[in-house]
């Protein structure tokens, strides 16, 4: 019972520490119907996901893929299984204007998805201070807190053009319980990819506010 309690405790805290900020680099343009394809360029494409191990990465692509399906996105699919329907269609550089707009033209997928993983922080678990350096620190609180940045980028694959870009920043904060003596225990059971997966989330969930017809 109590460890349940505990276990209850620690989810409401880390709930209320967390908090997200979406930034917008380039305003949506364009109309995005649930009806459009929407290829998700591969993670480990982008240098700063190796942070992550490949069975994170691969959970995240996961995620991305289901949130789309979940908005109502009938077409929506990882770039790397498409691998034959690419290679039919005489895709191997995406990077190639002329290869890239076979994506749509061949295959249907008038957009690209990329993610792209900027600024990490993590932190320790645990840190104490007493009454005293309560009182003469300052600030009081030690600096515990987590975060990552991510960028959030729709592309037409007809003309490579961004048409919605967004960073997010995600911060994971600590908290503190006081004792008996005075002194605080403060506490962050957050992670990296704990702040990784709740900027992702928000990410595509205003991306597809942003893009609705």
Not at 17 to 45: E, F, M
Not at 160 to 172: H, L
Not at 177 to 188: A, E, I, M, Q, S
Request: net charge negative; with cysteine; glycine share 8%.
């Amino acid at each position: 019972m109590k460890k349940g309690i505990l276990l209850l405790f620690i989810v409401i805290a880390f709930a209320a520490c967390t908090s997200t900020n979406i930034y917008t680099r380039l305003k949506c343009h364009i109309c995005l119907a649930q009806t459009d394809g929407v290829l998700l360029l591969p993670l480990p494409w982008d240098a700063g996901f190796s942070k992550l191990s490949p069975g994170e990465q691969a959970y995240l692509e996961l995620q991305v893929l289901d949130i789309l399906r979940e908005k109502g996105f009938t077409k929506v699919e990882l770039y790397d299984r498409l691998e034959h329907e690419l290679f039919s269609a005489g895709i191997t550089e995406p990077n190639d204007p002329e290869q890239r707009a076979k994506v749509n033209s061949s295959l249907g997928y008038p957009y690209f998805l990329g993610i792209t993983l900027g600024d990490t922080r993590n932190s320790e678990e645990w840190d104490y201070r007493t009454e005293q350096e309560l009182y003469e620190m300052n600030p009081p609180a030690p600096d515990m807190e987590i975060s990552a940045t991510i960028r959030v980028a729709l592309i037409e694959t007809s003309t490579g053009n961004i048409v919605s870009d967004n960073a997010i920043i995600t911060k994971i904060s600590e908290w503190g319980t006081r004792d008996k003596d005075g002194g605080v225990n403060f506490w962050n059971f957050g992670s990296v990819s704990q702040a990784i997966r709740k900027a992702t989330s928000k990410g595509i969930a205003n991306m597809v506010k942003e893009c609705g017809c």
